[in-house]
């Protein structure tokens, strides 16, 4: 069946419903809310019988809902209605909560109900990080159901009753902004944390720091920094500690927010704050934290057994030139330890999403920061794709794209969650590529079929990794359960008696493989191709990528 997916934004959720219905054999096409013109145009010449939209905050236009199915995806559960679904959840403290598929009519969320599901909220867990997760998971079960209710032809959907008692929802308003403030000389860390989590990653926080306006955004709890409240009182890896009432707070991220309009984007809270930050004391935490720490770190080195995890979570997947190279720093030491098997990721959330955009964007010169950034990726990717001591697995919690991908598939094995969206491609920002992915990518899925990823640059779901070789295990699990199962697997492995005759084979083939055509003809091949897309005059890359950070549509790009 032809399928229109109707989005404000290509995000998350709207790549997994699309990756996820072409699995199930129909024919998908994507039109990014631009205006009602430019819709209806798209309906006419695609002709749709269903329309889907998973994540659209205009209203669809009468002149279509009123002339065929139009099915909305609202992340709360039968009833609820209002465009602040989660951030009231997350405010109110709700364990369980639901995703709804309502038929698009008159008043917003007010449609016959065609599907929903239930899901857990886990306590502590940003807005942001629910959506990709539990969120989504609850998304895909109703959407699946509501596609086949609809292909059946004789399902009735069920107009919203509120009597009924497994409505359980109601309508809201837009959650407030000045309910989103911190009072810094009043608000305890529960508080601080539970308005920063629920303002994640949208809208954020807005706040003042010393007299300047941003939206902050992170929080994460500090269980030994203390000072006065509101006060800056340390730094580390790119965020900022700030004092509250009873403790203190990371924030990761800041976004400036310019009176006069002019457009902002988040960026590491240090870059934003400038010299001011530069100021403060750095406080790094230990590479492996002593159990029952409350603090935050984006680098994590754990043993257990013959089992090493190095498990890192950056903002958004994004990885800085100084996050590649305190990352590899980081594997360098694990390849210390005397460990059969390193497992890289193992957190929910994102795995990463390549070399970090905003950064090259607030940089002085954004095409040398761009440069240093893929040098970084590479030494890292380099490194993982050299180890032949023991095993590597690359366990996925959440999406890849990019380079991120090409991180992943470095390592012997790949593992993800069944939810995860890979995105093996860089024509979208313009790009060729790096991070040796003309070696390992054909090496995975073959010529021909990594051609198509890359030219094609599709969203991939986690089962369709699996069958073309981009991922080895799909894990049918929670996002919390996640990092159990990885554990559980790589001890497994460990233990394996084949392992040494596995690790003996990797190294023949490597040597095999550098005899033929040596890696470090694929990564200077690759980095001249991407070279001239930095340092090019007509190149596309500079201004996808400010349009990229910025958050304004723009159009897709082939590379050559």
């Not at 205006?35 to 669809?60: E, K, N």
């Not at 009123?66 to 709360?76: A, D, E, K, N, W």
């Not at 991180?407 to 969650?417: N, S």
């Amino acid at each position: 069946m032809r399928i229109l997916l109707v989005a404000s934004a290509d995000n998350s959720l709207t790549q997994r419903v699309d990756a996820e219905l072409r699995d199930r054999g129909h024919v998908v096409r994507l039109q990014l809310a631009a205006g009602d013109a430019a819709l209806l145009a798209a309906v006419r010449a695609f002709d749709p019988p269903l329309v889907i939209a998973p994540m659209l905050t205009s209203r669809i236009p009468a002149a279509l809902w009123t002339t065929r199915v139009c099915l909305v995806v609202h992340p709360g559960p039968p009833g609820d209605r209002g465009p602040s679904a989660l951030d009231w959840a997350i405010e109110e403290g709700a364990g369980r909560w639901g995703v709804t598929v309502l038929q698009a009519a008159e008043e917003f969320d007010a449609g016959d109900i065609w599907a929903s599901a239930e899901c857990v909220l886990p306590a502590g867990t940003a807005k942001s990080d629910l959506y990709r997760g539990e969120v989504a998971d609850a998304a895909l079960e109703a959407v699946h159901l509501a596609v086949q209710r609809y292909e059946s032809g004789s399902y009735r959907p069920r107009p919203l009753d509120y009597t009924r008692p497994d409505t359980a929802g109601r309508a809201r308003p837009r959650f407030p902004a000045e309910r989103r403030r911190i009072d810094w000389t009043r608000d305890t860390t529960a508080t601080v944390l539970r308005k920063l989590r629920a303002a994640d990653s949208q809208p954020g926080v807005p706040d003042e720091i010393e007299g300047r306006g941003f939206f902050l955004y992170g929080g994460h709890q500090e269980d030994q920094l203390t000072g006065e409240a509101g006060r800056l009182v340390a730094r580390r890896a790119g965020a900022v500690c700030r004092a509250t009432t009873d403790g203190a707070v990371w924030l990761t991220q800041l976004r400036p927010r310019h009176e006069s309009g002019a457009p902002a984007f988040k960026q590491p809270a240090t870059l934003a704050l400038g010299a001011r930050a530069r100021r403060l004391t750095a406080v790094p935490a230990r590479l492996e934290l002593p159990p029952g720490r409350r603090t935050w770190t984006d680098i994590h080195y754990r043993e257990r057994g013959p089992v090493g995890f190095l498990r890192f979570s950056f903002p958004a997947g994004a990885m800085s030139t100084t996050q590649c190279r305190r990352l590899l720093a980081a594997y360098r030491h694990a390849l210390t330890r005397p460990t059969r098997v390193v497992v890289l990721g193992g957190a929910r959330d994102f795995f990463s999403n390549g070399i970090h955009l905003g950064v090259i964007e607030a940089a002085a010169d954004p095409a040398a920061e761009s440069w240093e950034n893929i040098n970084a990726m590479d030494d890292l990717v380099e490194a993982v794709l050299t180890t032949t001591d023991r095993l590597t697995v690359a366990a996925l919690g959440g999406n890849a794209a990019a380079g991120g991908v090409m991180l992943a598939l470095a390592a012997d094995e790949v593992w993800c969650r069944q939810g995860t969206v890979f995105n093996p491609h860089y024509r979208r920002m313009g790009l060729y590529g790096s991070e040796l992915w003309t070696y390992t990518l054909p090496r995975r899925v073959g010529r021909e079929q990594a051609r198509a990823l890359t030219e094609e640059a599709l969203p991939v779901s986690a089962a369709r990794a699996r069958h073309l070789g981009l991922a080895d295990r799909v894990l049918p699990t929670t996002p919390a359960a996640f990092p159990a199962e990885v554990a559980a697997l790589a001890a497994a492995a460990a233990a394996s008696p084949h392992l040494a005759a596995r690790l003996a084979a990797k190294r023949r083939r490597l040597a095999q493989d550098e005899e033929v055509k040596p890696l470090a003809w694929y990564r200077a091949d690759e980095l001249a191709r991407i070279r001239r897309n930095f340092y090019g005059p007509d190149e596309p890359y500079h201004r996808l990528r400010a349009a990229f950070v910025r958050k304004h549509p723009t159009a897709t790009v082939v590379t050559t």
